[in-house]
């Protein structure tokens, strides 16, 4: 398995992989149009904007990460934020969220931003499972605004 960035040439199977993730969220049937404004951010190469990685094996997409650095007034360094993992059904409990994870850790050292967070469902509780291994729950609870 190789962890590497997001190509123009994955667009079909990235597709289908964030389609699924969305759908585990109960988010199903977006448009097009957000598929494809979400690709072109992610490999338009960017600092400031949103960065793509995938987990591959024999050329097939096994998980997606996106995730950003942005600024934060407690870290002079600023934040990672690790917006979406995904891995696919069938790649589950081959190590690839962890690897996708890792792979995020190593960006925001580079990036002189080791500081990355990421939020999950409550009942998300095998992806939970990893997350209590590879980071510390921080005891905050979100609210968001209703819409």
């Known amino acids: 398995m190789e962890i590497r960035a997001l190509r123009s040439e994955d667009r079909p199977q990235w597709q289908a992989l964030y389609d699924d993730y969305h759908r585990f969220y109960d988010r199903p049937d977006l448009p097009d149009a957000f598929f494809d404004q979400a690709f072109t951010r ?3 190469d960017d600092p400031s904007d949103f960065h793509g ?3 591959e094996a024999d050329g097939i997409l096994l998980g997606l990460t996106h995730y950003v650095f942005h600024p934060h007034l407690w870290r002079p360094e600023g934040t ?3 917006q979406d ?4 059904p069938d ?7 962890r690897a996708l994870i890792e792979a995020v850790y190593t ?3 580079r990036s002189g931003t080791p500081a990355v967070y990421w939020l999950t469902q409550e009942t998300n509780y095998a992806g939970r499972m990893l997350y209590d291994r ?8 979100r609210y968001n605004r209703p819409l």
């Open 53 to 55: 990685l995938v987990a």
């Open 91 to 97: 790649a589950r409990g081959r190590g690839v969220a």
């Open 134 to 141: 590879v980071g510390r729950q921080s005891g905050f609870i």
């Open 42 to 44: 992610l490999i338009a």
């Open 107 to 109: 960006a925001a050292d």
């Open 80 to 82: 990672c934020y690790l």
């Open 85 to 88: 993992l995904y891995t696919a």
